[in-house]
């Protein structure tokens, strides 16, 4: 399968092209027809209007229901729909879900692309979408859908390495330089990377303003000063020093992102040490690059 991170028009785009062993007419009935979508879309179908302007309605049977417009249907080469966002998606808006399918000898290419807003989740949308085309070809093949659990946080921290999303930014700022990481994770709960950075166990009482910041949240080339933010188990916020003075600040945000905890790191540093810039944001890669591997290998 190739996968793709492009940006149009501004957006992200995720693109998926698959070959199939199967026709497209067969292919077509699975994408269209509610009983077969629903097998291996994320989301239940509870109602289904086939027509371009038509309604689909998901529901996760937990809750939440999602609703999607018809964009496009030309059988049996493309169908689309625009889905809404639910609230808890707050990085989202309405996103665009296109499936074109083009013959290929006995079976057909599938040319999957999502449109969507929230960059930094490229990878987990690309891996879950990667065990939905997964299922889907179970479905044709009249196999039972078994949903694979154990390789998805490896498969999301291969694509978040092809999708660079590990990079990072720097920029200038007025008066000094910021260097910053978003960095979604895959099946980590906040509580789980939070008790990892500040190496918390029940009844430690974790870090304090005034105290010291604990090592799992530094790197070897920023010297830590007393915190100065905490907000368990969101925020945790401390002085870096240079030469025994602040001269800045790094900090940590934990929030909800698509499959696990979102984590964004900053750190902010004055025009003069304007040279430490690249070594700052290539240290804190490696650092983010450690700790997603320790979170996953974690039993706890």
């Not at 026709?23 to 629903?38: I, Q, Y």
């Not at 509580?191 to 910041?213: D, F, H, R």
Request: hydrophobic share 40%; charged share 25%.
């Amino acid at each position: 399968m190739n996968v793709a991170l492009r940006t149009i028009d501004g957006r992200p785009v995720l693109c998926l092209e698959r070959r199939l062993a199967h026709p497209p007419e067969k292919v077509w009935r699975a994408l269209t027809e509610a009983a077969h979508l629903s097998q291996w879309y994320p989301f239940q179908v509870a109602e289904m209007e086939l027509r371009v302007g038509g309604r689909i309605r998901f529901d996760d049977g937990a809750g939440t229901t999602l609703d999607a417009t018809i964009t496009e249907l030309d059988p049996p080469r493309v169908f689309a729909f625009s889905e809404h966002a639910p609230a808890e998606m707050v990085r989202e808006s309405d996103d665009l879900v296109c499936f074109e399918l083009r013959p290929d000898g006995d079976g057909c290419l599938l040319v999957f692309t999502h449109t969507f807003d929230d960059r930094p989740a490229a990878a987990s949308y690309a891996t879950g979408w990667h065990g939905c085309l997964d299922a889907m070809e179970m479905v044709m093949d009249g196999r039972p859908v078994e949903w694979a659990q154990d390789d998805m946080a490896e498969r999301h921290e291969a694509y978040v390495e092809a999708f660079g999303l590990n990079q990072g930014t720097a920029e200038v700022t007025e008066g000094g330089w910021r260097v910053r990481f978003e960095r979604q994770l895959m099946q980590q709960p906040i509580e789980k990377v939070w008790a990892a950075l500040t190496a918390a166990v029940p009844g430690s009482g974790g870090p304090v303003v005034g105290g010291s910041a604990p090592s799992a949240c530094t790197t070897h080339n920023v010297v830590p000063g007393a915190v100065t933010a905490v907000e368990a188990p969101a925020v945790l916020e401390f002085d870096w020093l240079f030469e025994k003075r602040s001269v800045g600040r790094v900090r940590w945000e934990l929030s909800n992102g698509p499959g696990g905890a979102r984590i964004v790191l900053t750190q902010v540093g004055p025009s003069e040490l304007a040279d430490e810039r690249p070594a700052a944001l290539t240290a804190w890669r490696t650092h983010l690059d450690i700790l997603a591997g320790q979170l996953r290998e974690a039993s706890w």
